[in-house]
């Protein structure tokens, strides 16, 4: 690709030879003759300079330099544009390993990759341009959209739908039973778990994250949402779009989030609470209340961050002067 070819794709402006081709995108420590890089800085962009790339991303009111330059808005984003558009997927013919076992009610659309040791049951249906890879099981009634991808070890329970454009990394297993049971006085009965799981356009689901079926509805994950590693959504979870979320989260069962929620790793969130839209949630934080929109919360419980952040400076205080303090109330007792 032409760098002008690329300047029109991601609307930057051209400072240099616009007719260089390019052959590539890295990093700018592993940048080589051809290779596209980005700066975001000003120091970035010395070391870029030293580099072989042949151009650089970099900001509107950065210096000028002795690579040619696209200056652009959000050069982090223009990279991921220009990315995408290198090394977009072309569909290829559609293929099936000879070791996978698919019923034979199993509906495939074009260009669909099967690999080794896939299992497949009846009546699932897979979109166009999907890829299903080695020893993922898809189980009966599952619904996949188009260009979805699969990665090894990804489990579907029974009626799992997934929408378009979905990415499951290895590991995660969508639609098992959820924790739901009853105590009568010396037993415990397990409720059940008839429900099922939809994941919407654009989710991308991080290896060994744990998704539970509905105990009588269903789990969502909204559109666009981002879930990382080692995550687990309890039963009834329902996720709004363009949420994301760190890893080691944990969310209980019928809790509601809303759309644009940022959740920092290792949140737990406790049963039936509403989160609303825009939130941010900082690290390690207890929820155990509805938190309202626009909120930025932190800490266990989680507060307010200014409140949580003078309740320790507060604690700190005490602690450091806390045999002063007993000192003059054992003073005043004696008094």
Not at 276 to 286: L, P, T, Y
């Amino acid at each position: 690709m032409k760098i002008k070819e690329l300047a029109l794709l991601i609307e930057g402006t051209i400072e240099g030879d616009d007719n260089v081709d390019i052959t590539d995108l890295s990093g700018i420590e592993s940048a080589r003759q051809g290779d596209l890089t980005f700066a975001m800085d000003e120091d970035k962009l010395g070391q870029a300079e030293g580099s072989q790339t042949v151009c650089v991303l970099t900001t509107r009111n950065s210096r000028k330099s002795t690579k040619t330059l696209i200056r652009v808005t959000n050069p982090k984003l223009a990279f991921l544009i220009a990315y995408n558009a290198f090394h977009e997927s072309v569909s290829g013919e559609s293929f099936i390993h000879p070791t996978a076992a698919i019923a034979d009610s199993v509906i495939l659309g074009k260009s669909v990759h099967i690999d080794a040791h896939v299992s497949i049951e009846a009546n699932v249906v897979i979109g166009d341009h999907t890829t299903v890879e080695s020893g993922a099981v898809i189980r009966k009634n599952c619904q996949l959209g188009v260009h979805c991808h699969i990665h090894p070890n990804v489990v579907l329970h029974e009626n799992t739908i997934l929408k378009n454009k979905v990415v499951l990394h290895s590991g995660v297993i969508v639609g098992s039973d959820g924790f739901g049971y009853i105590r009568d006085r010396e037993e415990i009965y397990k409720f059940p778990q008839l429900g099922t799981v939809v994941i919407e356009d654009a989710v991308e689901i991080g290896a060994n994250t744990t998704i539970d079926r509905g105990s009588l509805g269903c789990t969502m994950i909204g559109a666009g949402t981002k879930i990382d590693n080692l995550c687990h959504i309890a039963h009834n979870v329902k996720i709004g779009k363009n949420v994301i979320m760190a890893a080691q989260c944990g969310i209980a069962g019928s809790t509601v989030i809303g759309d644009n929620v940022t959740m920092s790793g290792q949140v737990a969130v406790i049963d039936n609470v509403t989160i609303g839209q825009n939130v941010r949630i900082g690290g390690q934080s207890g929820i155990i209340g509805d938190i309202k929109d626009n909120a930025a919360i932190w800490g266990s419980p989680a507060r307010e961050v200014k409140q949580t952040k003078k309740q320790m400076a507060v604690l700190a205080w005490l602690s450091k002067n806390f045999n002063a303090l007993s000192q003059i109330i054992k003073e005043k007792d004696q008094g």
